[in-house]
Structure formats: C-alpha cells, structure tokens
C-alpha cells in the first residue's frame, strides 16, 4: 500500500475491552487473505484513556483523539445519543486534518471485520469511494445510501473543501449524525466542488443492512443494522468463523 495512505479506526474503551470488537478487528487481518501487513499503515484512534492504554498493548500504532465534554467511556456510546454525534464529529473533523497532512484516508469503523484488501476496489479516479448501506446496481447513482463507516478518501484541495463543508453542514442539521449530513450535501456538493464519488457494491463492502455472504467476493463485513455492542459482536464472531471455514476449505 502506498506509504501516503493511512488506515484509521476508532476506539473507545467499551469496544477495547479483551474478547471485544478490538481483538476480533485485529484478528481478522492476521486471519484474512495476505491482509496482515496493513495493520503497518492501521492508526487507531483512541477516545479515552483507558482504550489507548490497551491500544498501546495490542498495537504500534495509537493516537490518543480528544473529544470534549465526554468523560464515561466505559458503555457504549449508542446511536444518535449526544455523545454518540459528539465522537462521529470528532471523527469527520480529525480527517480532515489527515487529509490536510496529505495523506489519503481508508477509514474504517471498529464493528468491521477486515476478509481482503478493500483497494482491489478503489478507483483512481474517484475523490471517494464509499460502502453503501443499500447498493442500487450503479456505482456513481447519488441515490445510493451510504454507509460513512467505510471509505476511501483521496487528499487533495477538493476533498479537504468538501470535509470543510461537511463539517460545518452539522450546525444546520444539529440533531443529525455524518452519515445521514452526507447524504444531504452529496449531491450538490459534489456538483459544486467537482468531486467524484464513487459507490462500492454491497457485495464487496458487506453490510448486514443487505448481507450478500459471497466470501469469494467480500473484502470487509460492517455489522450494521444491529443495535448494541453484544448484538454486533455475536454476528460478527459467527460471519468470522464461517469466513475462516472458507479460507481453510478454499485458500490454504
């Protein structure tokens, strides 16, 4: 992978606890198809305290992310809550400082599982290639819904604008995560700012939203759709064990 490319996850300390999504995240690209060399290029950032102390445990590579006025990390943070839009806008803000390091971006949610490497389906000529929580057949329809949980982002000056504006659009949609604030810009944005976005089949990028269990094809597995730490972990654990019955059958 190219060395000015960078994979970053987030953690917190619910997630980092032994036996959770950390160590299964990390299991999978020691497990996956010649994957384990990423984990060179994997940053993860830290919530809190306690999950960059056992990030720093299992791997080289940490940064320990701040966000404000959150200070209980030891649940999860669930879905739409305050501080659940707290951490996601933390997160879309760190990239973009990424991006204006120079360096391009996979960004990856912890609750994925990693089978092969993602790149096979990056375009070049995309600015983002981005999973899909339902994918309708065509790779550059605006009407696919996304799934920010997974992308590629490419670092130039018109992707740096577009976090910039994505950033700011949360003020007008206070209550609104950057999932469902992307899919409102999307669209004009891209048109505005000339960038190309291109939409990954479900088929490659899985989601459980519309699961297509093709191990031939599935690069990664995003637990979505599934409420809960327990809930996303047991699906998870059980696709995970499944995939290395396949590797064992059909790649050894």
């Known amino acids: 992978m190219d060395d000015k490319t960078v994979i970053l996850t987030e953690v917190s300390e619910a997630w980092a606890q032994p036996g959770s999504l950390l160590d ?59 501080d659940y839009l707290k951490l996601v806008w933390a997160k879309v803000e760190f990239n973009k ?17 990693w089978f092969r490497n993602p790149l096979q ?6 600015h983002f290639t981005i999973a899909t929580d339902w994918y309708d057949g065509n790779p550059e329809a605006v009407n696919n819904h996304v799934n920010t949980g997974f992308f590629y982002v490419k670092s130039c000056n018109k992707t740096i604008e577009f976090y910039e504006r994505w950033y700011m659009a949360r003020e007008k949609f206070p209550d609104k995560g950057n999932q469902p604030v992307f899919d409102f810009i999307k669209r004009d944005l891209s048109s505005e700012l000339q960038v190309q976005i291109r939409y990954i089949d479900t088929a490659y990028f899985g989601g459980l939203c519309q699961p297509k269990m093709d ?36 790649l050894s």
């Open 121 to 126: 389906h990056v375009s070049v000529m995309s």
């Open 24 to 82: 299964l995240f990390l299991e999978s690209f020691r497990v996956g198809d010649r994957i384990e060399h990423l984990l060179n290029h994997t940053v993860m950032m830290a919530v809190d305290q306690k999950a960059f102390e056992r990030c720093q445990f299992l791997h080289p590579h940490c940064f320990r992310l701040i966000v404000q006025n959150i200070t209980d990390y030891s649940s999860e943070k669930r879905y739409m809550t305050k």
């Open 97 to 113: 400082q990424v991006l204006e390091l120079g360096y391009n971006i996979i960004y990856t949610d912890m609750d994925i599982i």
């Open 215 to 250: 191990f031939s094809k599935l690069c990664t597995m995003h637990a979505t759709c599934r409420i809960g730490l327990k809930s996303k972990l047991d699906e998870l654990k059980h696709i995970f064990d499944e995939w290395k019955k396949y590797k064992q059958d059909n």
